[in-house]
């Protein structure tokens, strides 16, 4: 019975003894994403509110502890050095989210060719919360490194082994989500579309680990200089080239647009699509292949933009998230290398899907986000034709000719009833009242979409200007949970052998006002897109988008790789295409050797132009008749150039109730504090986004305070 108890003893203090082990996490982790978020309220908040994910998040930190202690071999050297990692990760991730919206993310340190680039963040950021916690937790690891014996207890052979496999299957676990799938156990949801949101939600270590595994690209075996130059030298050269007509392109993208009259069962009490299906009896259109279903607009841009594949990348991957950290040729390039203003138009926050440093990589000149729209609202987005006036006052704006590609907002998903003030629309059929509801609430915003491509068609018809226009949907919309409303008109049939072009195909229409009647019969890859466009403009294509064209007038469609044999395709023959596409986003670049210009426009800008105070009225102030104005002070007029409806006015760097009015200038009222402290106020505009970023501010004028 003693010796029993002397076991017992001896294992209660071996325990004991290993107990920092598992307390030791929590500390670092705490600190490590009070960093990373920049505020300690923020961090608690994200504990309380995500147990479970932050349990996640702390397996991690101590699956690499024990992977440290196990090569260390000592519990402090194993602390230090992880806290020494965490820390650096820690800080820069929280810097880089302040001034830029995003975190550090895996492919900023993998992929960068300017990684160096990350210590321009690194200015002015300590603050007095930042000092204090940092002290507080360098004070604590201190006295525990010191004070605590355990701390410099050597790990045996036999722990080593244990800390090892543990680190190991937790990894692998939480990497490769096999044998366990720790992710899912833990209610981990991948907000792919918003890294931002992705790394507050799930913690930065799980959000790391989720995003990891899409960053390695294997290089294809074929892939070197000689090869790439061979392939080039091989592509057919387009010699259509018209350099005396330079027609606006005009491609837009319209969020969830399809034509719902394809729907079996179901009958509409007026055409939702009257425009499209007249455009498409005489134009060039047809069906698009999209490689998304539902959501993902993004990887549809991708394709259409530069002639890349969804189809040559990891599956779940997000090229916009994962790959744009440099130039990546695409008809924006393309064409502003031949005299095209170029710009990109998108109905919803600079930073969605990465929209701000993507246009950039693009080539494009300019972007105007929904920060500098009118807020003009329709169900819960920008309204459609809210974004036709923009592209229509681009056009006229600029003195030469324009190359736009424009996103709708207005008929994203949901669908259900009370989406709109009104539907237009009713519905009739064998089918239930929700599917109902949901199709009358969705034709209501087709429609929109269809008067926005009306209303596009008839005033370039109008001025005449040589102008094509691209339309088409990026996917199809996601009718009612489990495909509801496909199912419930019988649409989607089991075993349909033609669901994949059901589930995936959406209308194309190319209508222009200045060549010869013709109409293709389209059936595409929306990765052909943009060399079936440059070929009808006759503008000059490079060998990669010439290689495209060629490919797509044999085999049009690239669908995934298990239904090549159904469309007669060869996988050998689109090897071409697999290095040309790695070449443009992971290797050397050597398509672009022939090309002078760089692919990103270094004058590139948000929104309509730099905004700039011209005057400000009242030049000069009087105090003390300030002060008799009573207590809301007295009103400030700002006038001056590319003033929005968020354009907010700054007094001594303090933000004011804004109006814009009709003329385009800037009001506010100064409070009486302002005049009370102030020898002098500074006037500066500014238009910040949703993360509270300064995406666009104007120059600064000084009144005086007398």
């Known amino acids: ?25 929590l500390l670092l982790l705490g600190y ?19 147990i479970l994910i932050f349990i996640l998040n702390y397996l991690l930190v101590l699956a690499l502890l024990l992977l440290f202690a196990a090569i260390a071999g000592r519990t402090w050297m194993a602390y230090t050095a992880l806290s020494a990692v965490l820390v650096v990760i820690g800080f820069i991730s929280g810097v880089k989210m302040k001034f830029l919206g995003v975190p550090l993310m895996p492919w900023d340190i993998v992929l960068s060719k300017e990684t160096g680039s990350m210590t321009t963040y690194l200015h002015g950021i300590l603050d007095k919360g930042l000092l204090g916690f940092t002290v507080l937790f360098i004070a604590l690891s201190f006295g525990l490194l010191k004070f605590v014996p355990n701390f410099n207890v050597k790990f045996k052979w036999p722990e080593k082994v ?15 989500n096999k044998p366990i799938d720790l992710k899912d156990r833990f209610h981990i949801s991948n907000i792919s579309y918003d890294q931002a949101t992705n790394y507050r939600t799930n913690g930065y270590l799980v959000t790391t680990s989720i995003n ?11 892939y070197n200089e000689q090869n790439m130059k061979a392939i080039v030298d091989n592509v057919p050269r387009r010699t259509n080239i018209d350099p005396n007509v330079k027609p606006n392109i005009i491609v837009i993208l319209s969020e969830a647009f399809w034509d719902p009259t394809l729907l079996p069962n179901v009958t509409f009490d007026h055409d939702p699509v009257p425009n499209l299906h007249q455009l498409m009896k005489t134009y060039s259109s047809g069906m698009m292949l999209s490689p998304q279903f539902g959501g993902g607009t993004a990887n ?4 259409v933009l530069s002639g890349n594949s969804m189809r040559f990348t990891p599956p779940g991957s997000t090229p916009y998230i994962q790959y744009f950290n440099h130039g990546i040729d695409s008809m924006a390039s393309i064409l502003r290398r031949q005299g095209y203003t170029t710009t990109a138009i998108n109905p919803y926050y600079n930073w969605f899907f990465n929209s701000k440093n993507v246009y950039k990589d693009f080539g494009f000149s300019q972007f105007i986000s929904m920060e500098f729209f009118q807020q003009n609202i329709k169900g819960y987005n920008i309204a459609d034709s809210e974004v036709t006036k923009n592209i229509i006052a681009q056009t006229e704006r600029t003195p030469g000719t324009d190359f ?43 429609a929109d979409a269809d008067l926005m491509l009306k209303n596009l068609v008839d005033h370039y018809t109008e001025t005449k200007e040589p102008t094509i226009v691209v339309f088409f949907g990026d996917h199809k919309p996601v009718l009612g949970s489990n495909y509801g409303v496909y199912t419930d008109t019988g649409y989607f049939k089991p075993n349909d052998s033609g669901r994949l072009k059901k589930m995936y195909d959406v209308p194309v229409v190319v209508w222009n006002n200045y060549l010869p009647q013709h109409k293709d019969n389209l059936d595409i ?26 490919l797509s007038q044999k085999d049009p469609i690239i669908p995934p790789s298990f239904y090549y044999d159904g469309f007669n395709i060869k996988a050998a023959d689109l090897i071409p295409y697999q290095l040309m596409q790695y070449d443009m986003m992971f290797g050397k670049q050597f398509l672009m050797q022939q090309v002078k210009d760089p692919i990103v426009d270094p004058s590139f800008k948000l929104g309509f132009g730099s905004m700039v105070i011209d005057s400000v009225s009242p030049a000069h102030i009087s105090a003390g008749v300030a002060l008799q104005q009573g207590q809301n002070g007295s009103t400030l007029t700002v006038s001056g150039q590319n003033f929005v409806q968020e354009s907010r006015i700054y ?35 500014k238009v910040k986004d949703s993360e509270n970023i300064v995406i666009s501010d104007s120059n600064q004028i000084v009144i005086d305070v007398k």
């Open 404 to 446: 736009i590609f424009a996103n709708t907002m207005e008929n994203h998903f949901p669908f259900y009833p009370g989406k709109f003030k009104e539907n237009t629309f009713k519905v009739s059929g064998n089918v239930s009242d929700s599917t109902k509801g949901i199709l009358e609430t969705y034709a209501t915003g087709a």
């Open 212 to 222: 990891i595994k899409l960053v390695f690209i294997p290089v294809p075996t074929d």
């Open 525 to 550: 890859s929306p990765s052909f897109l943009g060399p079936y466009v440059l070929n009808l403009a006759k503008k000059e294509g490079t060998p990669y988008m010439d290689y495209l064209y060629a």
């Open 32 to 50: 490590f994403e009070y960093l990373c978020r920049g505020n300690a309220s923020n961090t608690v908040g994200w504990i309380r509110g995500n």
């Open 162 to 176: 244990v800390f090892l496999a543990f680190a190991v299957f937790v990894g692998f676990c939480i990497y490769s």
């Open 1 to 25: 019975m003693q010796s029993v108890l002397k076991r017992i003893a001896q294992s209660l203090k071996y325990i004991l003894s290993r107990v920092h082990l598992l307390v030791l996490p």
């Open 651 to 685: 007094l001594n760097d303090k933000m004011m109730a804004t109006k814009l009015t009709a003329d385009g200038k800037l009001t506010t009222e100064v409070p009486m504090d302002i005049y009370k402290k102030a020898g002098s106020i500074v006037v500066e505009v």
């Open 300 to 303: 549809v841009e991708f394709e």
